[in-house]
């Protein structure tokens, strides 16, 4: 299982990002799959996930309104479309799968069996 995020970058505040997960070494027909972000000096939070079967949730708030996460089966690749950033958005942004053949979102980290190496973003005031 490989997931491997790309699209980070600095960017002003009021600016957009798009980041990419993809993913290889496992069925795109049933997972879930989320993005996390751990900013310096705090916790790891879980901002968006996707299920296959269940669709969207949010899970911050502070998002809501200004990120969506996607999903495209024919790419097996997992899409978090960030609008209006923030400074407090910066952090660095992971996507993870949680075990294969579950479809159901958690905002747990410790239950996603597999990580991608993380993309930074950083949005500059």
């Known amino acids: 299982v490989q997931l491997v995020e790309s699209g980070g970058g600095l960017v002003e505040a009021g600016g957009s990002l798009r980041l990419s997960c993809a993913a290889s070494g496992f069925s795109f027909d049933d997972y879930a799959i989320g993005w996390f972000r751990q900013a310096p000096g705090k916790d790891r939070e879980l901002v968006l996930c996707?299920?296959?079967?269940?669709?969207?949730?949010y899970y911050q708030d502070s998002v809501k309104g200004r990120f969506t996460i996607s999903s495209d089966n024919v790419k097996n690749t997992v899409y978090l479309q960030m609008n209006s950033l923030k400074p407090e958005d910066t952090a660095v942004y992971y996507c993870a799968v949680r075990p294969l053949g579950l479809t159901s979102c958690n905002d747990w980290d410790h239950f996603y069996d597999y990580w991608g190496q993380g993309t930074q973003v950083t949005v500059s005031s």
């Open positions: 996707i299920s296959s079967w269940e669709g969207s949730y």
